[in-house]
C-alpha cells in the first residue's frame, strides 16, 4: 500500500459514520476483533498493514488513524503546503507531445 491510499483511507475514515468506519475497514481488506493488550481488554483494528487497539472499537479507530498519521509523515515525499504525498504530475495529466508548453 502506498502512503497515498494510507493517507486517503485514514481522512475517509475520520469522517465516515460508525458503520460506514466499519464498512470502509471490510472493504479495504481489515479486520476487527477482540484483543487483550497490556491496559486491559478492547477491540483491535488491522489494515492497509497498521494496527490500532482500543477499549472499544471507535477508540480503536481512532487509534488506527493515529497510526496512520504517523507512518505517513515519516515519509520525506510530502508537498510542502498541505502534507499530502506528492505525486509526478500533481493530479493533472502530463501535457500532449504537440503542445508548444512541452517543448519549453
Not at 460506514?20 to 483494528?45: D, H, M
Not at 497498521?50 to 515525499?77: F, K, M, Q
Request: charged content about 20%; some cysteine.
Amino acid at each position: 500500500m502506498t502512503h497515498q491510499e494510507i493517507h486517503a483511507a485514514a481522512l475517509d475514515l475520520e469522517h465516515r459514520s460508525c458503520f460506514g468506519r466499519r464498512t470502509l475497514i471490510r472493504t479495504n481488506g481489515g479486520k476487527v476483533s477482540p484483543a487483550i493488550y497490556e491496559g486491559g481488554s478492547g477491540w483491535q483494528i488491522e489494515m492497509l498493514g497498521i494496527e490500532g487497539t482500543g477499549p472499544d472499537v471507535n477508540a480503536a479507530i481512532s487509534s488506527w488513524i493515529r497510526a496512520a498519521r504517523v507512518r505517513c509523515n515519516l515519509d520525506p515525499a510530502r508537498r510542502a503546503t498541505d502534507w499530502r504525498h506528492d505525486c509526478p504530475y500533481n493530479g493533472q495529466p502530463p501535457l500532449p507531445e504537440h503542445s508548444p508548453l512541452a517543448e519549453a
